[in-house]
């Protein structure tokens, strides 16, 4: 179908310029509908309600409920374009009934005794001998560790922080997320902003040659793939064997608030959520610590029955 592929690469585009959403979220939608329309063609479908059907039991065949999904959300937001735009006389998925209920899959969290460990690794192998340029990726490394736990920031919108949104004599981090949106977060631990500062003061020439905050040993800007070789060198270092992830601080960061009793509301806006239910994930993991909090500090446990 011609018109379908043309329709799609207008779709794209309107995402791209009219709705400015993230790289990723465009090529997410392009593989999506690329392979929507390769199935419809292949298939000899139609693009009605009965087309729909066929490519979603495929799907079903195929991949995950979590992917299948993800894949029929973007092929609807399509079809919502097309209506809108009258390239069609009727949206095919106005008569569809759907209700999928992937399985919940809880977020991957560092106890707080092991955050501790790998930043007290970092900070112990500053102290050692070593060449000044060792020191100095030391430096940076710290930084980056203490910005991850501190703020929940996804380690793609860390690498993308430029020099002006970290302003530090403010005490806040400007960051960009996903859809163009953006959003302060405060930070108010002064060793954190201690490493920063250190940081900015060693880095500051190599920072303006790269237009961003975090920078590599080449002046240029800091890789997601850095910033993961940065976790696993000081997980080995702090002997922790478990396999930790930059966007796991993201997820403690959000459930340890929580357990301290912070409004998810607040850590909606600090992780940059756009609905609640997003967020809400982390209300099952923080859940876990219900049966130790009772057990210990419940007043029932002062009662000696007979």
């Not at 112990?124 to 990726?137: I, L, N, W």
């Not at 302003?167 to 960009?176: P, V």
């Not at 060198?233 to 403690?252: D, E």
């Amino acid at each position: 179908m011609q018109d379908l592929q043309d329709w799609i690469s207008r779709y794209l585009l309107d995402c791209k310029y009219q709705k400015n959403l993230d790289p990723k979220t465009l090529k997410a939608y392009r593989i999506d509908l690329e392979q929507f329309s390769a199935l419809i063609s292949q298939n000899d479908l139609e693009l009605t309600r009965e087309g729909l059907m066929g490519y979603i039991s495929n799907l079903h065949q195929r991949y995950k409920p979590r992917t299948v999904k993800r894949k029929i959300a973007s092929v609807k937001a399509f079809c919502n374009y097309l209506e809108y735009e009258e390239l069609v006389k009727e949206n095919p998925f106005s008569r569809l009934r759907l209700k999928l209920n992937p399985p919940l899959i809880l977020p991957r969290t560092i106890s707080l005794p092991v955050i501790e460990a790998i930043l007290t690794a970092a900070y112990q192998a500053r102290e050692k001998v070593g060449t000044p340029g060792q020191q100095k990726s030391i430096l940076r490394d710290i930084a980056v560790l203490e910005l991850l736990f501190a703020t929940g920031v996804r380690v793609s919108e860390l690498c993308a922080l430029r020099c002006g949104d970290v302003r530090l004599e403010e005490g806040e981090i400007k960051i960009y997320g996903k859809g163009a949106k953006e959003r302060f977060v405060q930070i108010a631990n002064p060793d954190v902003l201690n490493a920063l500062c250190r940081y900015r003061e060693n880095y500051k020439d190599a920072m303006e040659q790269a237009g961003t905050f975090f920078v590599n040993r080449s002046q240029k800007p800091l890789s997601t793939q850095s910033v993961r070789a940065i976790v696993n060198k000081y997980c080995k270092l702090a002997g922790v064997k478990n396999h930790i992830t930059p966007h796991m601080f993201r997820h403690s960061f959000a459930t340890l608030l929580l357990e301290e009793g912070v409004d998810i509301r607040y850590i909606q806006q600090l992780l940059g959520h756009s609905s609640i239910m997003t967020t809400q994930i982390y209300t099952h993991v923080a859940g876990r610590k219900q049966r130790d909090i009772l057990s210990e500090k419940h007043p029932r446990n002062k009662i000696h029955s007979m």
